[in-house]
């Protein structure tokens, strides 16, 4: 069964960066979209990055301005999502999903993505 399983949120000060973690298991090495994506209370889900696992190319909203850095290490099933400069406005859940074999489609669209982590939370304090 596959699953995704985020770590590495917490409650930081801006300015800070934190790395967040996103682990694969059940998935054999398929070339597919793997994204990142926040959502605040009552807000709307939004991509913030994603990456074809296979080439390991990256993808990145025009909103999100270089602050942000997404990568996978296909070995150990890891991928992550880089934060520097943290502000308050990144306070969000932060969620891993994966979308189907083949990299293809719009890799920014929720309706790409069929598995999702459970999240992990994201606090920045100013």
């Known amino acids: 069964q596959r699953q995704l399983v985020e770590s590495g949120g917490g409650s930081v000060q801006a300015g800070s960066s934190l790395r967040l973690s996103c682990k694969r298991t059940?998935?054999?090495?398929?070339?597919?979209?793997l994204a990142w994506f926040r959502q605040t209370p009552g807000g709307e889900r939004e991509a913030v990055g994603a990456?074809?696992?296979?080439?390991?190319?990256?993808f990145y909203p025009n909103s999100i301005k270089g602050r942000f850095t997404i990568s996978r290490d296909n070995p150990t099933n890891m991928a992550y999502l880089q934060i520097d400069s943290l502000r308050p406005e990144d306070t969000a859940m932060y969620y891993c999903?994966?979308?189907?074999?083949?990299?293809?489609?719009?890799?920014?669209?929720?309706?790409?993505?069929?598995?999702w982590g459970q999240g992990t939370q994201v606090t920045v304090s100013s």
């Open positions: 990456i074809c696992t296979g080439s390991g190319k990256p």
């Open positions: 059940g998935y054999s090495y398929t070339d597919r979209y």
């Open positions: 999903a994966t979308g189907p074999p083949g990299c293809s489609g719009d890799y920014f669209s929720l309706t790409t993505y069929r598995s």
